[in-house]
């Protein structure tokens, strides 16, 4: 790799000012490949429960659910290509009005905010429904990364270097557990460390941070019998397979099920009503049953691939901005697709963390694909090698 004393200064936090070149063909090819496998297995593993809904919400249409995942793929496809257009400054700049925006929309989820399941996490607009905890997570990366650029001599003190992430931090973090929503509060919590840590955060500061989460953790365990026992049905699900277990123990069916080559696309058994929530964030275990081991861990093989890739677009952006938002958004989408499988396969106590691409959920969708242009839009700048 070759550097410039000119581009040894636009890592320095400011935006270069040549030409820009092409997005990263191969980014793009991964993102559209596994969004088509996405928009697939949503069609074939949410048919059973669209038919049969004892809601009525989908009318007895089999294709509910797919047709409104193709439509939110398309605006999504058409957004990834509109924020790769746009210039890396244009991010840094608006950077904080959309956390502000963020913030109000957190807000607004305990107070007008749509109930599902027991949680406010929604807010209804114009008949659909928008999470603002997605925005959040690209409102923490996008913020911290400012921050970070600007504080940069003095990131190893604890009134640049931690307050003001903290304060944000938390603020965040509070709204979401008043919804309440444990699973992105972890999420913004393990991504607002990993962009302290590029930021030049001491080390110290983290053993702290570890120390203080292990005597919470134990806190938790202690005096919240709630917490014990989703700890208990983690270790042994089948101990209460028709109650706290159940679903992490179909899950655990659907995927043994579908053995190495799996059931073929569509045949999957445990997807009519056995399953709960198998489009959505258990989906990848009608992957395993579809497609088997063999098409399970080719989707992983491509989620890897676009996650190096990630890396490397990042390793190689010309300024300081550019490179802690693309390892910022690589991050966050490692983080869900670990946790995600993590959970479906009882590797992790059960959260709801849906799989990126896969899992049914248009505004998701369309927020995941608009961070991945802004990732495309950082290799346009890239160094060259």
């Given at each position: 790799?070759?550097?410039?004393?000119?581009?040894?200064?636009?890592?320095?936090?400011?935006?270069?000012?040549?030409?820009?070149?092409?997005?990263?063909?191969?980014?793009?090819?991964?993102?559209?490949?596994?969004?088509?496998?996405?928009?697939?297995?949503?069609?074939?593993?949410?048919?059973?429960?669209?038919?049969?809904?004892?809601?009525?919400?989908?009318?007895?249409?089999?294709?509910?659910?797919?047709?409104?995942?193709?439509?939110?793929?398309?605006?999504?496809?058409?957004?990834?290509?509109?924020?790769?257009?746009?210039?890396?400054?244009?991010?840094?700049?608006?950077?904080?009005?959309?956390?502000?925006?963020?913030?109000?929309?957190?807000?607004?989820?305990?107070?007008?905010?749509?109930k599902a399941n027991g949680s406010r996490r929604?807010?209804?607009?114009?008949?659909?429904?928008?999470?603002?905890?997605?925005?959040?997570?690209?409102?923490?990366?996008?913020?911290?990364?400012?921050?970070?650029?600007?504080?940069?001599?003095?990131?190893?003190?604890?009134?640049?270097?931690?307050?003001?992430?903290?304060?944000?931090?938390?603020?965040?973090?509070?709204?979401?557990?008043?919804?309440?929503?444990?699973?992105?509060?972890?999420?913004?919590?393990?991504?607002?460390?990993?962009?302290?840590?590029?930021?030049?955060?001491?080390v110290g500061w983290f053993a702290a941070a570890?120390?203080?989460?292990?005597?919470?953790?134990?806190?938790?365990?202690?005096?919240?019998?709630?917490?014990?026992?989703?700890?208990?049905?983690?270790?042994?699900?089948?101990?209460?397979?028709?109650?706290?277990?159940?679903?992490?123990?179909?899950?655990?069916?659907?995927?043994?099920?579908?053995?190495?080559?799996?059931?073929?696309?569509?045949?999957?058994?445990?997807?009519?009503?056995?399953?709960?929530?198998?489009?959505?964030?258990?989906?990848?275990?009608?992957?395993?049953?579809?497609?088997?081991?063999?098409?399970?861990?080719?989707?992983?093989?491509?989620?890897?691939?676009?996650?190096?890739?990630?890396?490397?677009?990042?390793?190689?952006?010309?300024?300081?901005?550019?490179?802690?938002?693309?390892?910022?958004?690589?991050?966050?989408?490692?983080?869900?697709?670990?946790?995600?499988?993590?959970?479906?396969?009882?590797?992790?106590?059960?959260?709801?963390?849906s799989l990126p691409f896969f899992s049914y959920?248009?505004?998701?969708?369309?927020?995941?694909?608009?961070?991945?242009?802004?990732?495309?839009?950082?290799?346009?700048?890239?160094?060259?090698?």
């Open positions: 790799m070759r550097y410039d004393g000119a581009r040894l200064a636009d890592f320095s936090g400011l935006e270069p000012k040549s030409v820009r070149g092409r997005m990263d063909l191969s980014f793009l090819l991964l993102v559209l490949g596994l969004l088509a496998i996405g928009v697939i297995m949503v069609l074939s593993s949410s048919f059973p429960r669209a038919y049969y809904d004892p809601g009525r919400v989908t009318g007895g249409n089999a294709a509910y659910y797919f047709v409104r995942q193709f439509v939110f793929a398309v605006l999504g496809v058409a957004a990834m290509l509109l924020a790769s257009r746009l210039p890396m400054g244009f991010y840094r700049r608006y950077a904080f009005p959309f956390l502000i925006v963020t913030l109000v929309l957190l807000a607004l989820v305990p107070v007008i905010g749509v929604w807010l209804g607009v114009g008949g659909l429904t928008v999470q603002p905890s997605e925005l959040a997570k690209l409102a923490v990366i996008l913020s911290f990364s400012v921050l970070i650029c600007r504080y940069r001599e003095k990131m190893r003190s604890f009134r640049y270097g931690l307050l003001p992430f903290l304060g944000l931090l938390g603020a965040i973090v509070g709204l979401l557990v008043l919804e309440p929503h444990f699973s992105a509060s972890i999420i913004i919590l393990a991504v607002g460390a990993v962009m302290l840590f590029l930021g030049g955060v001491g570890f120390g203080a989460l292990g005597a919470g953790l134990l806190v938790l365990l202690t005096f919240f019998p709630y917490a014990s026992t989703r700890i208990m049905t983690w270790r042994d699900p089948f101990s209460s397979s028709s109650d706290e277990g159940y679903q992490i123990v179909q899950s655990l069916y659907t995927i043994g099920s579908g053995g190495l080559s799996g059931l073929g696309l569509g045949g999957s058994r445990q997807k009519y009503l056995y399953l709960p929530e198998e489009h959505n964030d258990f989906i990848f275990s009608v992957c395993c049953e579809e497609l088997g081991f063999i098409g399970a861990a080719l989707i992983l093989v491509l989620f890897a691939l676009l996650i190096l890739r990630g890396y490397w677009i990042a390793l190689h952006c010309r300024s300081r901005f550019a490179f802690l938002v693309c390892a910022g958004l690589t991050t966050l989408l490692a983080i869900q697709v670990f946790f995600n499988v993590g959970v479906v396969t009882n590797l992790l106590p059960c959260t709801g963390i959920g248009g505004t998701a969708l369309l927020i995941q694909l608009g961070e991945m242009g802004i990732i495309l839009s950082a290799s346009r700048d890239v160094l060259e090698t």
